[in-house]
């Protein structure tokens, strides 16, 4: 059984750290490409970072460009997202899918993953 657990969110005040990891099991991490997406309140969700192994690439959203790494333990079959200089505009339940496929990771951020893990939530202070 495939399965996507995020952990890690928290509350922090603005300009604050938090890493976020994804545990995968039932694949592995280095079959298929897999992504951090978030949701505020009232918002739609959206891609904000992702990994593939098929292209060797990372993508990130414009506004966490500089702020957010995206990366990953084969060994573990966790991928983390380091998040720096958090602000309130971050609040949001962030999530880890993938689409079990070799989608690049710009395409993948920017698409509709199939396979959802339960979000985690990040707050963000001011």
């Known amino acids: 059984e495939v399965q996507l657990q995020a952990s890690g969110g928290g509350v922090v005040q603005a300009g604050g750290s938090l890493r976020l990891s994804c545990a995968v099991s039932?694949?592995?991490?280095?079959?298929?490409?897999i992504g951090w997406f978030r949701q505020a309140p009232g918002k739609e969700r959206k891609g904000v970072s992702c990994?593939?192994?098929?292209?060797?690439?990372?993508a990130y959203a414009d506004s966490v460009k500089g702020r957010f790494t995206i990366s990953s333990d084969s060994a573990k079959n966790t991928v983390y997202l380091q998040m720096r200089n958090l602000s309130p505009e971050d609040t949001a339940v962030y999530y880890c899918?993938?689409?079990?496929?070799?989608?690049?990771?710009?395409?993948?951020?920017?698409?509709?993953?199939?396979?959802w893990g339960a979000g985690t939530q990040v707050t963000v202070s001011s």
């Open positions: 039932g694949f592995s991490f280095d079959d298929y490409t």
């Open positions: 990994i593939s192994k098929s292209d060797g690439g990372t």
């Open positions: 899918a993938t689409d079990l496929g070799h989608s690049s990771s710009y395409a993948l951020c920017n698409g509709r993953p199939s396979t």
